[in-house]
């Protein structure tokens, strides 16, 4: 069984920074060669990928929306990738999510087809007011 949580969500101001996580657990061995991404949806907005982390070369690559201030990484845990997100606006808030597979890097470079993510979180709230 794997398991895919997230949790940090919250409020914060305009402004200011959250640092969202994603822990997997279950039977692994470990998340190298494992692609992990951040989606996000606000109501009544499709949902949206915004960042995504390749663990066999560290490789990241993110949207436009968020390039330069969201930054996707493995935290001193493993099996834990975090979501920095800083200067955030009102913009930002929805429903953020984890998702994460294990198909290779050729599922992992430019592609938030949601379809190819095996595992996926609940997700957690974010809410950015002024």
């Known amino acids: 069984q794997v398991q895919v949580a997230e949790s940090g969500g919250g409020s914060a101001q305009a402004g200011g920074s959250l640092r969202l996580a994603c822990v997997t657990s279950?039977?692994?061995?470990?998340?190298?060669?494992?692609?992990f991404a951040w989606f996000r949806q606000a109501p009544g907005k499709p949902r949206e990928g915004l960042a995504l982390?390749?663990?066999?070369?560290?490789?990241?690559y993110y949207t436009d929306d968020v390039k330069g201030r969201f930054t996707i990484s493995q935290a001193n845990a493993e099996n834990t990738v975090d979501l920095r997100m800083d200067n955030l606006n009102a913009g930002d808030t929805a429903m953020y999510y984890c998702a994460a597979h294990r198909r290779g890097f050729a599922f992992c470079y430019t592609t938030f087809d949601q379809s190819d993510f095996t595992f996926w979180g609940q997700g957690t709230q974010v809410t950015v007011s002024s």
């Open positions: 279950g039977t692994i061995e470990s998340v190298y060669d494992w692609c």
């Open positions: 982390l390749y663990t066999g070369s560290n490789r990241t």
